[in-house]
């Protein structure tokens, strides 16, 4: 037997530790279990390390608190650049709107003004434009270039646009049907770009229009006074004359001061109407003077000047034209005028007087019948009487006279210049 007690299969018991206090007569002991050795050492090394660890907090608080704060600092900057950087963009994208907008309607009322300059031109242009086809005409000037047709005129005046300016906005790119405005936008551009070239092809349209006008107005004031140096210069020629002074160029002098643009569309029109002015004037001098055909179509059977009679053979002075006219032919006076003589007169048989002013007069002889009377007022054209063979004549034809201040002068100076200046009258 084993005398110790202890197992020879298992090996040694582990005794419990045991603490004995021992205090005077009084002796205690505790029996340390395993299980509370380790639950007691595990709670002192947690009282340690969180001993520890509250002392690490304490020293190191206000550095974590500081990069907390810091990092907390460092988030909000950002945050606040961002939100500045994003407030200056909105404030430069409205900033550009703003400018945009007030670019365009700056642009829409300078469309708008230049419009309406269109629409006052087409109106001072319309009767101005009446007239000088009415008194220009359709005559050839004097270099050849060929008067505004009456189909020309809207080209003239300036057709009015189909669209209102006033509708027109940054992203407004409708086509136009009077301009060649519309091109193919690119991919890259903008609204805004779009409506920049629309507006520049407007304004290429509305100046080639204005230089049109201008260009009109100036061709038909040249006509103008070509047209009446024409007239001038034939009834010179013929040894006649009319009151007024036609040149524009002429006995002129002063210095030059160049006109601004608002100012040289006013200066051609107000050109135009002084040269129309004188061009009629000058048209209704012309009138005044017997330049027509009394017998158009007619042939002339005795000329002005010296012949030899044709009742005594002799030689005598002719005072008129005869021409050739079957009995009973209208007689048509030259000139509007006055009768101052309608009857018999010796040897012109039944004879009209006209006097035309400024000292011209015509005479109508030889006629079978007489239809005005003396003071009567007549139009050039209007028919004063028949043709005969009254008087003293061989035959019917109807002798013609022209009188300046009641000397006879040659009636073929008178119808050379009509013929010259029909197509201006």
Do not use: C
């Amino acid at each position: 037997m084993n005398p110790t007690g202890q197992s020879a299969v298992f090996g040694k018991r582990k005794e419990p530790h045991t603490v004995i206090i021992a205090r005077g007569n009084e002796i205690r002991h505790f029996t340390i279990r395993p299980w509370l050795a380790a639950f007691l050492g595990s709670a002192l090394a947690a009282i340690v390390i969180g001993y520890l660890l509250a002392t690490s907090y304490l020293v190191l608080r206000d550095d974590l608190i500081g990069a907390t704060t810091a990092r907390q600092a460092r988030m909000q900057q950002a945050y606040e650049d961002r939100i500045s950087a994003l407030r200056a963009q909105v404030d430069r994208i409205t900033s550009r709107q703003l400018l945009d907008q007030q670019l365009m309607e700056t642009k829409v009322s300078e469309l708008l003004e230049r419009q309406t300059q269109l629409s006052q031109r087409h109106g001072r242009l319309g009767p101005i434009l009446e007239r000088a086809e009415n008194e220009v005409g359709g005559a050839p000037a004097a270099d050849g270039a060929a008067a505004p047709k009456p189909d020309d005129r809207a080209a003239l005046i300036g057709a009015q646009p189909t669209y209102s300016v006033a509708s027109l906005g940054a992203g407004d790119t409708r086509p136009f049907s009077l301009w060649s405005t519309r091109s193919d936008p690119l991919p890259s551009d903008s609204a805004a770009d779009r409506a920049d070239r629309l507006f520049v092809s407007i304004n290429q349209s509305l100046k080639a229009i204005e230089s049109e006008q201008l260009s009109r107005v100036t061709t038909l004031a040249d006509n103008a006074y070509k047209n009446a140096d024409a007239i001038t210069q034939a009834l010179a020629a013929a040894g006649l004359s009319v009151d007024g002074d036609f040149g524009k160029d002429s006995d002129v002098g002063g210095p030059l001061i160049p006109l601004n643009g608002s100012t040289i569309f006013d200066s051609k029109v107000k050109e135009l109407d002084e040269a129309l002015d004188a061009l009629d004037h000058l048209k209704k001098e012309a009138r005044r003077l017997p330049l027509a055909n009394p017998a158009p179509g007619h042939s002339v059977t005795s000329p002005f000047g010296v012949r030899t009679d044709p009742i005594l053979g002799t030689a005598a002075l002719h005072s008129g034209m005869d021409f050739r006219a079957p009995m009973g032919m209208p007689a048509k006076v030259t000139a509007p005028g006055v009768v101052t003589k309608a009857g018999w007169n010796g040897g012109y048989g039944r004879m009209v007087e006209v006097d035309h002013g400024n000292g011209f007069a015509t005479r109508y002889g030889h006629l079978s019948e007489i239809d005005v009377t003396v003071g009567q007022k007549l139009a050039a054209g209007d028919a004063i009487g028949k043709t005969g063979s009254s008087g003293r004549s061989t035959g019917p034809h109807l002798h013609y006279e022209v009188r300046h201040n009641g000397e006879a002068v040659d009636p073929l100076r008178f119808l050379t210049v009509g013929k010259k200046v029909a197509q201006y009258l």
